[in-house]
């Protein structure tokens, strides 16, 4: 059994959540009111399920503008919240846009795949701009109801498990619905008018929404060290059309993914490669997670960096490359580089044989750079091998060199 309870703030219409219930033999009730106030729909539904005297034993949390991405798996998730005895589950809120920042238009998707291809940058813009919470409730064990953003851990288990709630805010008419709220906001006396107003002022100031300043969330989740985004996102609004870049040095694809993730928002099809040896992991050195040593040594390397694209849903954009720099350089054709990106050591021998051999393929207003700059060796090499007709760029811990000619 299904209940659902649509709660219509002004000038709203139930129409297309009544033809979801219908379809779907859902119990439905509707509430109207004059402002959406916290706790509402949850007080609503609370009442519904005790009218229907069902057999309810789990409750999903979701409004009209939420989609659990694990909806498929849900019958076993559940069974795993039972099995740990927890009595609620949160979910991370990730919103959707498209190349070039696009908002979403759900009529062009019609499956979870069709989602992810259509609108592929998936990050938290709410929470960045509009300093929201990202996390709600998303499943609690009837009858605790859970209290959406902030649930109550010392009376109830919070499950280990973290789900993933797409958060369809940023879809077309946003600038429409985003001066409704305001001015019912405003009436109500709610704190949540001046979270809409940023909002509005981002889409008012720029015509759409600057994806690439919100990026990241998947490539985040892969081990790494990376404070470089800038020029990343740099290179790629430099970059024409089918360009061509090449990071060397890997580790376990966190930078790799961000530069594939911002060629996709900025809607242009780059031409990525990514070199590195995928050998000797340092297995033994400590500073690593044990969970990253674990895969390492079970899987080979290039399996692990692979697998950690594939879930970012990057793999496709990007090309795997095994083999040592600057041996690597042999296989391009020269002056046909956009972008060289340099990570793979840091002492003065191997600075100094990277840029001898790469800096023949960068193309005439191409770059070539590098991270740990500000460490002894690293710098020395690059002032010292300063190649001629370029320009050096100190950007804090990181370098670029310009081919002027």
Known sequence: MIAVVIVLENNDSAEELETLCNEHGATYRIEPTNWYKPGESLAQLTE???????????????????FLGEIGNL?????????EGADYAMAWMADRLGFGGRLADLSEVGSFEELDAT????????????????TKVCLSRWPYMGDSHHPKPPLHVKSKQRLTFEHFKWRTGLHERLAKRIRDHKASMLPWGCESQRLLEELDTYGRFRAERFLAPRSKRIHGWMDYEDIYLDVVNRTPEGGHL???????????????????????????????????FPVSKTG????????????????????????????????????????????????????????????????????????????PGGLL??????????????KERLPRGSHLDERGNSFLIAKMC
């Open 48 to 66: 519904l399920v005790l009218d229907l005297d069902g057999n309810f034993s789990w409750i999903l949390h979701a409004d009209s503008d939420e």
């Open 288 to 363: 690593y997670p044990d969970s990253l040593r674990e895969l390492v040594t079970k899987h080979s390397w290039i399996d692990v960096v692979s697998s950690n694209l594939r879930r970012a849903g990057v793999l496709d954009q990007i090309n795997l490359i095994q083999a040592r720099s600057p041996d690597a350089a042999g296989m391009y054709k020269e002056l046909s580089l956009d972008f060289v990106w340099l990570d793979r050591g840091n002492d003065y021998a191997s600075i100094v044989s990277d840029i001898e051999a790469w800096w023949q393929y960068i193309k």
């Open 246 to 280: 090449v990071e060397i040095g890997v580790w376990q694809g966190r930078s790799i993914c961000f530069l594939a993730e911002a060629a996709l928002a900025a809607g242009k099809r780059l031409r990525i490669d990514a070199i590195d040896p995928f050998k000797g």
């Open 119 to 134: 609108f592929p940058v998936r990050t938290a813009i709410t929470e960045r701009l509009a300093l929201g919470c990202a």
């Open 75 to 83: 019958s076993l998730i559940i069974e795993a919240l039972e099995s």
């Open 369 to 382: 750079g590098g991270h740990n700059y500000e460490r002894g060796h690293v710098k020395k090499a690059v």
